[in-house]
Structures are given as C-alpha cells and as structure tokens.
C-alpha cells in the first residue's frame, strides 16, 4: 500500500516538472559585463554584453557569421527593471549569474546617483559581490562596444584573464563590489576601483614602466583597452585618480593585498641614466602601527619586500660585490620610501582620503566601535604624520652571475 | 551486548544537538543579533553558554535525581497537575512557535534566495514533509541520521571556511569588543534562550542509554555547537566586516555566493546550500519529534508517535499564515521568541530544583 | 494466504504422518510403486534380489539420475547377493552387510518417500517394518569454476557451484573448525529441497541463528528451486529498494562473514549462498578489498565509493545544475552546453530521461542477447547512444559523457542487489532535483538516509557499525591494516568479540 501511495506521488511529480522556477539554460541570456552611464532623469543607460554561446564552441559551424557578444543599451530607471527591458530584443531570460564585470562611466562615479547604483545590486540574489568594478573614463556603452579583444573570442574569458592578470601586475588594484562596499559601509576611507579607457587620450614618455593613467600609455596594434591606475572614491564619490606606480605603492602599503608579484623599474644609484627592472615580492604583511593618543594619528609602516633584479643597464656587477649591493639596496629602499611619501602627502592634502585602508589597522586600536567613530578617522586621516619604511631585501640576480663586460664587446 | 533497544547513545545526542543549535549560526539569527553585536557577536555563544551554565547544570542534577523520568514527568511530579499541566503546555507552545518561525524563515530564505517563483507552500511542504518523514521513523533514526550525515556537515563548514580563506580580512575583527562589553554581555544574555533547547532534550532523557552518556552528549554538543556558531560569526565578520551582515537577511547564503575555487569554478552557492537545507529537515524533525512527545507526555498518551503528523500539518498551516516573510518573522522572532524568552530557560530548571531541594528535605 | 488451504495442508501431512511401514514386503512394495505409478514412472528403479546370506528376499528402490548407478551395484546389490557365511551369526544385520558411507533405517512411508526424492536407494527386506536408505545421491553439476559475477585480480578464483556436496567442502577447505556446524532442513510442500545453515557455534548468536531457522521454516511453499528464491523468501522487507540479505558465489567470502558471526545459507543445486545479517558495507565491500594490500585495498574502495555516488547522483546533479543553479558552472562550460542545447527539442529532464532509459535497455539487452551476437550490440548501442543521437539533435554531447560515467559508474558496485537499488533510486533521484534543484537532492538524500538508517536486516541495524555506532575494526568504507582488525564487529553481536590478541603498543580501540 505505501509503495502505491509513495509510486503515485512519483507520478504525480513527475507532471509537476518543468514549473516555477526550472530554466533550461538555452531559455537565458548571459550577461558577462554590465555598464551603467547617466541617463536623463531619473534613468540610467544600461549596457548589457551578452556572450554568445554558439561562439567559440563545437557549435560554431552553425552560426559563422554571428558576433561573439549582443550588446544591449536600453534607458532603464535601474539594473533590473532594465533586464526586462532588454527583453524587446533579446528573446531569452536575461540572467546576471554570471556577469563578471561591472563598468561605470567616470562622469557616473563623480555624481551623487553613484551610490544608489549599488542598492540594486546588494538586493538582487543573482549578483555577486565578487563582480569587479571598473571606473571607465568615457561611456560604460562606448567602452564595453570598443572592448574588442583579439585572443579570447568569447567576452567573459577576456574579463576572466583580465582579472587574473590585474592581481599579478598591481597596475590596477582588486576591487569588487564586495570590498566596495565595506569601504563605503565602514566610512573611514577610500575605496580604489580599476580605471580604464579605450584608445590613447594623451601620451606620455616618461621612461619608467608604470607611472601611467588609463590612456596614457604609448601603445599601437591589438585592443586599444588600457587598464592602469586607479579610480578613487571616497564617501560614495569618485573624487580623483592615481597612476600605477601610485597604485603600487598603494597596495605594498596596505594591509592586505592580492596583488603578490611584479615587475618594476628603478634608477640604477650608481648610473642614475639606467634602470634596472627587477620583480618585486611582497613579503608578508607590513608592519602597520597607528597611534591614536594624540589628536594626529601618528602612522608607522615598515613593509618588507623581496626583489629579484633581473636587468641592470648598467652593466655594474653587482653579484660579487656586497658594498654595491648593500649601496644597491639603500637605494630603491629610499626610492621607494620617497615615492610612497610623495603619495602619501597627495592622498593626505589633494584627495584627504585614506587610500591604504590602514583605517583597518587603526580599529585594532580601540575598544568599541562607538569609540572607533567618534574618533572620526576620515576627518583624522589628512594631519596624520606618516612615516614609511621599506625593508628591502635583494634575493638574486637572475640566472647570470655577471653582467656581460660591455667594454670588452665594444673594444 | 545487545544494544539494539531503541535507545540513543551519547554519539547520536551529541549530534542532534549539533544539528539543532549549531545551524543557528546559518540561518536567520545572525540579522536577530548583528545589530547589536556588531564585530563582537561572535563573543554572544560565549555569553549564552557561561549564563546558561547554571540551568543546564540544574537540569543535569534534576535528571540524575529523578532516574528514568524525563522533564514534563518531572514536572507534573514536583508542580503538582494543574501547574504542571500549564508548565508543559507552555513549553509545548514554546517549541511550536520556534518550530514555525524557523521552517518558516527557512522557506522564506529559499523564496529569496534560489526560488523565487516557486509557491512558498510547495516548499513548505517539501521541507516539512521530509522532516516528518524522518520524524515519523522516531528518534534512533533521527540520532542516526543526525550521526551519519554530521561530519559532512562539519566538513562542509570547514570547507567553506577553506575556500573563503583568501578573502578574509583579520582586522575586521577590530575593535575587538564591538559596542562595548557590558552591551554584549546585555545582549548576549537577553538571546541566551537560543540554547534553550537543552530544556527540550530533557524530555528524552528515558530515550538515552544512561546519565553519562546523556550528559556526556548535551555537554560536548552544546560547547561545540557554540563553537560552531562563534566561528560562523567570525567567518561573516570576516568576509563582510561587520556593517554589511546587520543589513543581510541571510549572511550564510551571501557568504557561499562569495565562495570560489581559482578563476573557474565561479560559485559553490547551491552546494552549500544543499548541506544547509539538509541540516534544516533534520533539525525540523527533530522539532516535530519533540514537539510530539512534549504533547504526548503532557496529556500522558504513551504512544505519541501518531500526534507528530498533526502537529506537522498544523506547523505548515500556521507557518503559511504570515504574508510579509522577512520582516514579520524576524521581528516575531527577535521579540518574542529569542529576546522575552530567556528568562523562562533560566528560571524553570532552577525553580524545579528548588522545589525538589525542598520536597526532599520535607520528606526527610 | 487463507485459512483454508493451510487447514488442508495440514491434513495432508497427518495422513502421510500416520503411514507406517508393513511386515510384509509385497505390500510395502505395492504402496511405494503407487506412490511414485510405478510401472507408468519409468523414472523410478525397482529391483529384486535375493540376498543369499540371511535367505531373504529384498527389493531396491531408487530414482533413475538421481543415484549413483556404480555406488548401487557396488555397495547394495553386489554385497547382498554375496554369500558371506565367513560372517558370525549376530553380524549378519542388513547393516553391516550394506557397504554405504551412510545407512538409515526408517519406518514411515513419507520418510521412505523423501529419501528417495533426495537420490537415496532404499532397501526394503522381506520381514522387515523398517526400510533402509542408503545414502547413494549423486547429480549432475559443473565442476568448480571461476566466480562469473564477482571477479577479483588478487585472491582465489573459485566460485560457488550448483552442488551442496562440494560447496561445503569449498567452505571447510577454508574453515578448518569443530565448530563450524551444518545444519539441514528441507522446505517445500511438492519438492523438497534440502537448506543447510552454516554457522560457526561459538560465534554465531544464537537468535540469530534461531530466526534464521525460524524463517526458514516458516515458509509455506510449493516448491523452492534455488536459493534466489529462498533468499525472496526470508528477507526483511519484501517491497524495499534495500537488500537485507548478501547473495554471493565466492566460498571465500563467506568463510571470512562465518569468522565475523554470521550465518550462512547454502542451498542444494544452487551456486550461491547467503549471508546474513547483512550491512550495507557486506554490500559495499569486495573479497579483493583484503587481499589487495592496505594501501591498495582502500584504494579501490574509495573508487567504488565516488563510483556509487556518481551512479546515484551525477545525472540529477546536472539537471539541478542545468536548470536550477547555472551560477554553478564555469562560464565557458556554460556557453558550451547552452550551444550544444540549443537545438534539442527535449527539456533537460526528458532529455536524461530519455538516455538512461536508453543505456538501462542496453544493458538489459546486453544480458539477454545470445553471446554470439553480445558485440554486435555494443557496436550498435554506442552507436545510437552517442554519435546519431548527437547528430540527430536528440540530446546534447555533455549528455552522453553524465549518461556514460554513470554507466560506467554503475558498473562498478559489486553487488547486484545494491547495483539495482542505486540504479532505480537514480530515477528517484532525477525527479527529486527535475522538481526542486538542490533542495530537491537533499531531501532525497536526507529520507535516504533516514531510511537506510532504520532498516534492519536480522536484527542488524542496516549502516551499523557507523550508526548506530558499535565497536569494530573499523571495516567500513576504509580498511586498517589486517593485523590491526583484532575485533568482531560488534553489531553482529558474535559470542566471542576478539579476535586475536590486541596488536602490542598499536591500538586501534
């Protein structure tokens, strides 16, 4: 009898199947990046890039002359009543479960509707926080139509290695929505989003490798998207930008950081013309120490580093020598040193925000978190008196012990 | 040697009691206790255990005393029939209510989070109905079950934990003792009654093996249980800092979304909300199994076993009756259930004892 | 069954009960040659003799193919026509004269009866009330071969035959005990067959052998053939999914389960035995799981164990995925599926559906087809299965690679019932998720479990020693060193639980 009963309910479901909330994945659309630009009104224009499925896969042949991506504009008062706008096109269910990239115009971040942005994304279940925000310097439309890259044929896997990439070379600092919030949520200091453009704005040579923006770099031939520096954003504003090497320096300093690992230039001390390139590790966290007895806040930071030289222009042997090296070492740590000042005193008199999240050392401070406000970091943050160390530290000089004798050659 | 005699031992206790208080820190409770906890909630299971110390001990000691009876006979024992019968019928009252809060913010947490179109009844009726089902095979099966699934559950969590390692942010944790500590310790003590279930275990007391065992199991699931919850806390704190989790209706949910393995594997989210869900039908036949056997004891019907399906259609019935989920469950629940209950937990064992203190010593 | 027929059966019994043998052998003669119709039954042997030595006449009955020809002429007929007057007077009993391994004397007509069905040559005297049976049985049956169903690399390779006789010495080869008893009781009303429970005395509990024995008996049947059926006949629930009771054709195996406590069920003309009580891991666990070293040994188990999940689960994990929770995929596993899918007319569910309804009727074709013709069908089913289907725009490639691992999967699981219970609770499984996703999959797990956890197979709890938790060498889905499993597990409840002296210094309780 309850076999009956349990092989009728079993029949019974089996009818039930393929309602409420069942989608088969060919019935959706794939959003892989969102843009958002200022609209009129109270609207925005959303760009949605839908991946095309068909491109790229063993299905390929039936659909040849298809692009890889639909992309979608429509003026839309928010993020999800726009996804059923998009609908008089597209004729699936458009679906942000696996959009990866959330671009937003510049003249965007610098209004006051820049928050309100992100109350649709922490209230709909299908976006993750783990999206990635990219500030663009021009429209979020026009960035995400130009995007064209030539290796990946499908969009995400281009913002998918995009996102690999950013953490390995810290030109550009991680920023999702996740972190962006909490920034914005704890009030205490700035948040860095990635900054991008399309095509070449102003050149500049200026001979070292990162001390570009967006836009800056002198580059011809494959996409024109350039990804360097940072947007900042203070108190739900983007309120300025820094360059890469700012950027850098940026995250050596900061508490945390997922960038670990990268290339860098610096002055050869002994031939001030050369440079030498070397790959910077990050050793550790540095040591953050943040006095609140005073009404400054007095910020000490010593952060380790790991170099690996790997080009001297120079030609000076540095391997044998320890006095080279030890003068080698003071240096980049004074160079470096001298660098994060000239970015500390900007982030304190021009921006007056706390782009190295050392707010997060500072709480360890107090008690209470009432306390914690009162104390007013972001306010706190420009009088502070900073005081940055690097530890260098060379570890080795790349596979040859001894610079080619460039005097032997030319002779 | 023959154990086989429908008795659960000091394992399968210990896990029922994980299941039934260690997913606390998973499911609604947090959005109860964030806002006053801010980056010091994860200190409140601390709280709850060392306040709920003495109870519990009470509780312990009635039980040793009193052999082979379990609390509701205990009561009608030392309070007399008509006060007895109003003792029981309270805490069979307590137990429903939390019954349908909780089944019913978990369906709500199903209704937001991955079915949003799917009638809120169905869902009921499936979460319900397999609790029932599992109920319906009685306690042995529960505590198994409970046994065999929880180190995948634990497993789960650790998991988690694992993957969300590289997101995490120590400094979250600061300041380390969030509003203040006398207003953790006010806070933490007005939600101690999110423990109170040791109360509801004492009705099967006859059910276990022996006292030690009993005790052996309450006690190590309560402290990991606490543990459990404390570390989920830290892992929101962590991940969110403490801003973000005030404002979640589900952190667990919005954690496992964060969940990624490399560049690939972009969410784990329907994974782990399988092990939570799973958690869930366990620990609701549980509640319908007490609920049962708190109504069978109280109007003294040996075999309870049938009153669980109408306690289990009356919990999907009531459960259905709120229109506005989140808000209303989770204010009733903050309110009424967790904040103006506590006391009771921590008065009824004591005045129980004393009682007995003073029987024993009148009969002396 | 109703009241009456069991009335009936009764009576029948009392009448043949009551039938005692005649002092006058025309007589005896006469009522066994209508018993069996005698001159119409060419299928009985009748013989008569003179038997010189006590000058008496005798007749031979016994079943043609049933008895050993060579043993009747040797050990009866020759040695009572001989003249053996050498003999003393007060040896010259029938006995004595009989040269058999085994010799009964019997008085009752159904007791004859039996003894004949069971191949015995009986000799009735002239004078006698008593009928002597001698113990002359002989069928035809296969020789000892390798175990066709569970196969192993490392270890004995042989298997179970369809002969009691030579099962038992397969088991005693390998279980030299005392106490290793035999026991022996006949079922059916129409055709006897002969049970016998094997269990190790001083191990075994006793209740448990008691039920065993009472089921056994309990049974009303016609007829039973084989030990397949015997074994549909003393399960614990006939209409569950779950076995409770291990079907196995290796003698080694059940030596090893007979060391642990259990018993035993050998049937004749059957080349299986039971083994019972049962757990799921009996179910799970293969001979080579010991034989391979421990490294290896749990090797395979781990692979069995993915492999019964991945049978189980793996079609219903991609449906939820695919319809429910598509976050879960990576983006360009995605992309390949949706364009793959595009072009199928089917829903996903009815897709699966549709292939491992496909790939369960190809299996069952493999079985029934005739060997000559077994590779044709694979070339043919492969065919259908994965390329035309494909191409035909029936079902998507991802499909044919989640139907063709769970097949493979499938075929992993070393025991046939918990082969079957895996492959239909996969369906179960598939509408679960096709409904609800995840959630879907975890109720079904959570009342799977459940259930599992509440069935008893002869008082056994059916995932004990996990849960409930008893102690034992800890033989479940891993395996300690076999030094280290000095204990019987307990949930057997074996009269003696240790096994060897607890391994010095290294101890695993």
């Given at each position: 009898?309850?076999?009956?009963?349990?092989?009728?309910l079993?029949?019974?479901?089996?009818?039930?199947?393929?309602c409420?909330?069942?989608?088969?994945?060919?019935?959706?659309?794939?959003?892989?990046?969102?843009?958002m630009?200022?609209?009129?009104?109270?609207?925005?224009?959303?760009?949605?890039?839908?991946g095309n499925?068909q491109v790229?896969?063993?299905?390929?042949?039936?659909?040849?002359?298809?692009?890889a991506?639909?992309?979608?504009?429509?003026?839309?008062?928010d993020?999800?009543?726009?996804?059923?706008l998009?609908n008089v096109?597209?004729?699936?269910r458009?679906t942000f479960?696996h959009a990866?990239t959330?671009?937003?115009s510049?003249?965007?971040?610098?209004?006051?509707?820049?928050?309100?942005?992100?109350?649709?994304?922490?209230?709909?279940?299908q976006?993750?926080?783990q999206?990635?925000i990219?500030?663009?310097?021009?429209?979020?439309?026009?960035f995400?139509?130009?995007n064209?890259?030539?290796l990946?044929?499908?969009?995400?896997?281009?913002?998918?290695l995009?996102?690999?990439?950013?953490?390995?070379?810290?030109?550009v600092?991680?920023s999702?929505?996740?972190?962006?919030?909490?920034?914005?949520?704890?009030?205490?200091?700035g948040?860095l989003?990635?900054?991008?453009?399309?095509?070449?704005t102003d050149t500049k040579?200026?001979?070292?490798?990162d001390?570009?923006?967006?836009?800056e770099?002198?580059?011809?031939?494959?996409n024109?998207l350039?990804?360097?520096?940072?947007?900042v954003?203070?108190e739900g504003?983007m309120?300025g930008?820094i360059?890469?090497?700012?950027n850098?320096?940026?995250?050596?300093l900061?508490?945390?950081?997922e960038?670990t690992?990268?290339?860098a230039t610096?002055?050869?001390?002994?031939?001030?013309?050369?440079?030498?390139?070397?790959r910077?590790?990050?050793?550790?966290?540095?040591k953050?120490?943040v006095?609140?007895?005073?009404?400054?806040?007095?910020i000490?930071?010593?952060?380790?580093v790991k170099?690996?030289?790997?080009l001297?222009?120079?030609f000076?042997?540095?391997v044998?020598?320890?006095?080279k090296?030890?003068?080698l070492?003071k240096?980049?740590?004074?160079?470096?040193?001298?660098?994060s000042?000239v970015?500390?005193?900007?982030?304190?008199n021009?921006?007056?925000?706390?782009i190295?999240?050392?707010?997060?050392s500072a709480?360890k401070?107090?008690?209470?978190?009432p306390?914690f406000e009162?104390?007013?970091?972001?306010?706190?943050?420009?009088?502070?008196d900073v005081r940055?160390?690097?530890?260098?530290?060379?570890?080795?000089?790349?596979?040859?012990?001894?610079?080619?004798?460039?005097?032997?050659?030319?002779e | 040697?023959?154990?086989l005699?429908g008795?659960i031992?000091?394992?399968?206790?210990?896990s029922?009691v994980?299941?039934?208080i260690g997913?606390?820190g998973?499911?609604?409770?947090?959005?109860?206790?964030?806002?006053?906890?801010?980056?010091?909630?994860w200190?409140?299971?601390?709280?709850w255990l060392?306040i709920m110390?003495?109870p519990?001990?009470?509780?312990?000691?009635?039980l040793?005393?009193?052999?082979?009876?379990?609390?509701?006979?205990?009561?009608?024992l030392?309070?007399g029939?008509?006060?007895?019968f109003?003792?029981c019928?309270s805490?069979?009252?307590?137990?429903f209510?939390?019954?349908?809060l909780?089944?019913?913010?978990?369906v709500?947490?199903?209704?937001?989070?991955i079915?949003?179109?799917?009638?809120?009844?169905?869902l009921?009726?499936v979460?319900?109905?397999?609790?029932y089902?599992?109920?319906?095979?009685?306690?042995?099966?529960i505590?198994?079950?409970?046994?065999?699934?929880?180190?995948?559950?634990?497993?789960g969590?650790?998991l988690?934990?694992?993957?969300l390692g590289d997101?995490i942010?120590?400094?979250?944790l600061?300041p380390i003792?969030?509003?203040?500590?006398?207003?953790?310790?006010?806070?933490g003590?007005?939600?101690?009654s999110?423990?109170g279930e040791?109360?509801?275990?004492?009705?099967?007391f006859?059910?276990?093996?022996?006292?030690?065992?009993?005790?052996?199991?309450?006690l190590w699931?309560?402290l990991?249980?606490c543990?459990?919850?404390?570390?989920?806390?830290?892992e929101?704190?962590?991940?969110f800092?403490?801003?973000?989790?005030?404002?979640?209706m589900h952190?667990?949910?919005?954690?496992?979304?964060?969940?990624?393995i490399g560049?690939?594997?972009?969410?784990?989210?329907a994974?782990?909300?399988?092990?939570?869900?799973?958690?869930?039908?366990i620990?609701?036949?549980?509640?319908?199994?007490?609920?049962?056997?708190?109504?069978?004891?109280?109007?003294?019907?040996?075999?309870y076993?049938?009153l669980?399906?109408?306690?289990?259609?009356?919990?999907?019935?009531?459960?259905?009756?709120?229109?506005n989920?989140?808000?209303?469950?989770?204010?009733?629940?903050?309110?009424?259930?967790i904040?103006?209950?506590?006391?009771y937990?921590?008065?009824?064992?004591?005045?129980?004892?004393?009682i007995s203190?003073?029987?024993?010593?009148?009969?002396? | 069954?109703?009241?009456f027929f069991?009335f009936?059966k009764?009576?029948?019994k009392n009448?043949?009960?009551?039938?005692?043998?005649?002092n006058n052998l025309?007589?005896?003669?006469?009522?066994?040659?209508?018993?069996?119709?005698?001159?119409?039954?060419?299928?009985?042997?009748f013989?008569?003799i003179?038997?010189?030595?006590?000058?008496k006449?005798a007749?031979?009955?016994f079943?043609?193919?049933?008895?050993?020809?060579?043993?009747?002429i040797?050990?009866i007929?020759?040695?009572?026509?001989?003249d053996?007057?050498?003999?003393?007077e007060e040896?010259k009993?029938?006995?004595n004269?009989?040269?058999a391994?085994?010799?009964?004397?019997?008085?009752?007509?159904h007791e004859?009866?039996?003894d004949?069905?069971i191949?015995?040559?009986i000799?009735?005297?002239e004078?006698?009330?008593?009928?002597?049976?001698?113990?002359?049985?002989?069928?035809?049956h296969?020789?000892?071969e390798?175990?066709?169903?569970?196969?192993?690399?490392?270890?004995?390779?042989?298997?179970?035959?369809?002969?009691?006789q030579?099962?038992?010495?397969?088991?005693?080869?390998?279980?030299?005990n005392?106490?290793?008893?035999?026991e022996?009781?006949?079922?059916?009303?129409r055709?006897?067959?002969?049970?016998?429970?094997i269990?190790?005395?001083?191990?075994a509990?006793?209740?448990i052998?008691?039920?065993?024995?009472?089921?056994?008996?309990?049974?009303?049947?016609?007829?039973?053939h084989?030990?397949?059926?015997?074994?549909?006949?003393?399960?614990?629930?006939p209409?569950?999914?779950v076995?409770?009771?291990?079907y196995t054709?290796?003698?080694?195996?059940?030596?090893a389960?007979?060391?642990?406590?259990?018993?035993?069920?050998?049937?004749?003309?059957?080349?299986?035995?039971?083994v019972l009580?049962?757990?799921?891991?009996?179910?799970?666990?293969?001979g080579e799981d010991?034989?391979?070293?421990?490294a290896?040994?749990?090797?395979?188990?781990i692979?069995?164990?993915?492999s019964l999940?991945i049978a189980l689960?793996?079609?219903s994990?991609?449906?939820a995925?695919?319809?429910?929770?598509?976050?879960?995929l990576?983006?360009?596993?995605?992309?390949?599926?949706?364009?793959?899918r595009?072009?199928?007319?089917?829903?996903?569910i009815i897709?699966?559906?549709?292939?491992e309804?496909?790939?369960?009727?190809?299996?069952?074709?493999?079985?029934?087809?005739?060997?000559?013709?077994g590779?044709?069908?694979?070339?043919?089913?492969?065919?259908i299965?994965g390329?035309?289907?494909?191409?035909?725009?029936?079902?998507?490639?991802?499909?044919?690679i989640?139907?063709?691992?769970?097949?493979?999967?499938?075929?992993?699981?070393?025991?046939?019932?918990?082969?079957?219970?895996?492959?239909?609770?996969r369906f179960m499984?598939l509408?679960l998720?096709?409904m609800?996703?995840?959630?879907?999959i975890?109720?079904?797990?959570?009342?799977?479990?459940?259930?599992l956890?509440?069935?008893?197979?002869?008082?056994?709890?059916f995932?004990?020693p996990?849960?409930?938790?008893?102690?034992?060498?800890?033989?479940?889905?891993?395996?300690l060193p076999?030094?280290?499993?000095w204990i019987?597990?307990?949930?057997?409840?074996p009269?003696?639980?240790?096994?060897?002296k607890?391994?010095?210094?290294?101890?695993?309780q």
């Amino acid at each position: 009898m309850r076999f009956l009963k349990m092989s009728l309910l079993l029949i019974l479901s089996l009818f039930l199947t393929g309602c409420w909330d069942a989608l088969e994945l060919e019935e959706q659309a794939y959003v892989v990046a969102v843009g958002m630009d200022l609209g009129e009104g109270d609207n925005y224009y959303i760009t949605y890039q839908i991946g095309n499925p068909q491109v790229g896969s063993s299905d390929r042949a039936n659909a040849e002359r298809e692009p890889a991506s639909e992309i979608i504009t429509v003026l839309a008062p928010d993020k999800i009543s726009a996804r059923e706008l998009a609908n008089v096109s597209v004729s699936r269910r458009v679906t942000f479960s696996h959009a990866k990239t959330f671009i937003i115009s510049e003249e965007l971040a610098k209004s006051e509707k820049f928050l309100e942005v992100f109350e649709a994304v922490t209230r709909d279940p299908q976006i993750k926080r783990q999206m990635d925000i990219i500030i663009s310097k021009e429209r979020a439309e026009d960035f995400i139509r130009n995007n064209n890259p030539v290796l990946e044929t499908r969009p995400h896997k281009n913002y998918e290695l995009m996102d690999e990439r950013w953490k390995a070379s810290g030109l550009v600092p991680a920023s999702t929505i996740n972190r962006f919030l909490q920034r914005e949520e704890e009030d205490a200091g700035g948040f860095l989003a990635i900054y991008a453009t399309i095509g070449k704005t102003d050149t500049k040579a200026n001979g070292m490798e990162d001390k570009y923006k967006a836009g800056e770099v002198d580059k011809t031939g494959g996409n024109t998207l350039q990804m360097i520096g940072a947007a900042v954003i203070k108190e739900g504003r983007m309120i300025g930008t820094i360059n890469g090497e700012e950027n850098r320096l940026t995250l050596l300093l900061r508490p945390h950081t997922e960038a670990t690992s990268w290339y860098a230039t610096y002055p050869d001390p002994y031939k001030k013309e050369k440079h030498l390139t070397a790959r910077i590790l990050r050793q550790g966290k540095p040591k953050i120490k943040v006095d609140v007895s005073q009404s400054k806040p007095i910020i000490t930071v010593e952060a380790p580093v790991k170099m690996q030289i790997l080009l001297m222009r120079s030609f000076i042997d540095y391997v044998d020598d320890q006095e080279k090296q030890k003068f080698l070492t003071k240096a980049i740590e004074g160079y470096l040193n001298e660098a994060s000042m000239v970015l500390v005193k900007k982030a304190q008199n021009e921006l007056k925000v706390d782009i190295f999240q050392w707010s997060l050392s500072a709480r360890k401070e107090f008690l209470t978190i009432p306390e914690f406000e009162d104390y007013n970091w972001i306010d706190k943050f420009p009088q502070a008196d900073v005081r940055v160390n690097f530890k260098v530290q060379i570890t080795n000089f790349g596979k040859q012990l001894k610079p080619i004798n460039i005097n032997k050659i030319k002779e | 040697m023959d154990k086989l005699d429908g008795k659960i031992g000091a394992r399968e206790l210990f896990s029922i009691v994980i299941i039934i208080i260690g997913i606390k820190g998973a499911d609604m409770t947090p959005a109860n206790l964030f806002p006053s906890g801010q980056s010091a909630t994860w200190m409140f299971p601390i709280v709850w255990l060392v306040i709920m110390t003495i109870p519990i001990w009470a509780t312990l000691s009635l039980l040793k005393k009193y052999k082979e009876k379990n609390i509701v006979e205990i009561i009608y024992l030392l309070t007399g029939k008509y006060i007895g019968f109003i003792i029981c019928l309270s805490l069979l009252a307590l137990l429903f209510t939390a019954t349908v809060l909780n089944s019913r913010s978990y369906v709500d947490i199903m209704n937001v989070m991955i079915f949003p179109t799917t009638p809120i009844i169905v869902l009921y009726a499936v979460l319900i109905g397999s609790s029932y089902f599992i109920a319906n095979r009685g306690l042995e099966t529960i505590g198994r079950t409970s046994w065999l699934l929880l180190p995948y559950l634990v497993g789960g969590i650790v998991l988690l934990f694992i993957i969300l390692g590289d997101n995490i942010i120590i400094e979250y944790l600061y300041p380390i003792t969030g509003p203040g500590i006398t207003k953790v310790i006010k806070s933490g003590i007005t939600h101690s009654s999110l423990i109170g279930e040791f109360l509801l275990l004492a009705i099967f007391f006859p059910n276990v093996r022996d006292y030690k065992s009993y005790k052996k199991g309450t006690l190590w699931g309560l402290l990991l249980s606490c543990l459990i919850i404390s570390l989920l806390f830290i892992e929101y704190i962590l991940i969110f800092d403490y801003v973000a989790p005030q404002m979640m209706m589900h952190p667990y949910s919005q954690l496992t979304r964060v969940t990624e393995i490399g560049m690939f594997i972009t969410s784990l989210d329907a994974f782990f909300f399988g092990l939570w869900i799973l958690t869930g039908i366990i620990r609701f036949s549980f509640y319908l199994y007490g609920g049962g056997a708190i109504l069978g004891y109280t109007l003294k019907i040996k075999e309870y076993e049938p009153l669980i399906l109408p306690i289990t259609v009356l919990t999907i019935i009531v459960g259905l009756i709120p229109s506005n989920p989140s808000q209303t469950i989770l204010i009733l629940r903050d309110n009424f259930l967790i904040k103006k209950t506590w006391i009771y937990f921590f008065a009824l064992p004591l005045v129980l004892w004393i009682i007995s203190k003073i029987r024993g010593e009148v009969k002396k | 069954m109703s009241p009456f027929f069991k009335f009936n059966k009764e009576n029948n019994k009392n009448e043949l009960n009551k039938k005692v043998l005649f002092n006058n052998l025309e007589k005896n003669a006469r009522y066994l040659k209508t018993t069996f119709c005698y001159p119409r039954n060419k299928g009985l042997i009748f013989r008569e003799i003179y038997v010189k030595s006590i000058n008496k006449k005798a007749n031979i009955f016994f079943i043609d193919g049933m008895a050993n020809d060579k043993n009747i002429i040797d050990h009866i007929i020759y040695p009572l026509s001989e003249d053996i007057s050498t003999l003393k007077e007060e040896a010259k009993n029938i006995k004595n004269i009989i040269k058999a391994k085994d010799i009964k004397e019997l008085d009752c007509f159904h007791e004859i009866i039996d003894d004949i069905l069971i191949g015995n040559t009986i000799v009735l005297i002239e004078g006698h009330s008593v009928g002597f049976s001698v113990d002359t049985s002989k069928f035809e049956h296969r020789q000892v071969e390798k175990p066709i169903r569970e196969n192993v690399i490392k270890g004995p390779q042989e298997g179970f035959v369809e002969s009691s006789q030579i099962n038992l010495s397969l088991l005693r080869k390998r279980l030299r005990n005392e106490k290793l008893i035999t026991e022996r009781l006949t079922i059916g009303e129409r055709s006897k067959s002969v049970v016998e429970i094997i269990y190790i005395d001083d191990l075994a509990n006793s209740d448990i052998v008691n039920e065993v024995k009472d089921r056994i008996n309990e049974i009303q049947a016609d007829t039973i053939h084989t030990i397949d059926i015997l074994e549909q006949h003393i399960e614990e629930r006939p209409y569950s999914l779950v076995p409770t009771v291990l079907y196995t054709e290796r003698p080694d195996r059940v030596a090893a389960f007979l060391m642990e406590g259990h018993v035993a069920v050998l049937m004749d003309s059957s080349s299986d035995c039971l083994v019972l009580p049962v757990t799921f891991w009996s179910l799970f666990h293969t001979g080579e799981d010991m034989y391979q070293r421990w490294a290896y040994g749990n090797f395979i188990r781990i692979i069995r164990m993915i492999s019964l999940f991945i049978a189980l689960l793996t079609p219903s994990i991609y449906i939820a995925v695919s319809t429910f929770h598509s976050e879960m995929l990576p983006t360009d596993l995605l992309l390949a599926i949706t364009a793959t899918r595009e072009r199928v007319p089917f829903p996903v569910i009815i897709e699966v559906m549709i292939m491992e309804s496909a790939f369960e009727l190809l299996r069952e074709a493999g079985i029934r087809i005739p060997t000559p013709i077994g590779p044709t069908i694979g070339i043919v089913g492969a065919l259908i299965l994965g390329q035309a289907a494909v191409e035909a725009n029936i079902v998507s490639p991802i499909l044919v690679i989640i139907v063709a691992l769970t097949g493979l999967a499938s075929f992993a699981i070393p025991n046939n019932s918990l082969n079957f219970m895996i492959r239909i609770s996969r369906f179960m499984f598939l509408i679960l998720s096709s409904m609800l996703g995840a959630f879907g999959i975890m109720a079904g797990i959570a009342i799977t479990v459940s259930y599992l956890v509440s069935v008893k197979s002869f008082g056994v709890p059916f995932l004990a020693p996990l849960a409930p938790y008893y102690p034992s060498s800890k033989d479940t889905i891993f395996r300690l060193p076999v030094w280290m499993q000095w204990i019987r597990p307990a949930h057997v409840k074996p009269k003696n639980n240790i096994r060897k002296k607890k391994p010095r210094g290294r101890s695993n309780q």
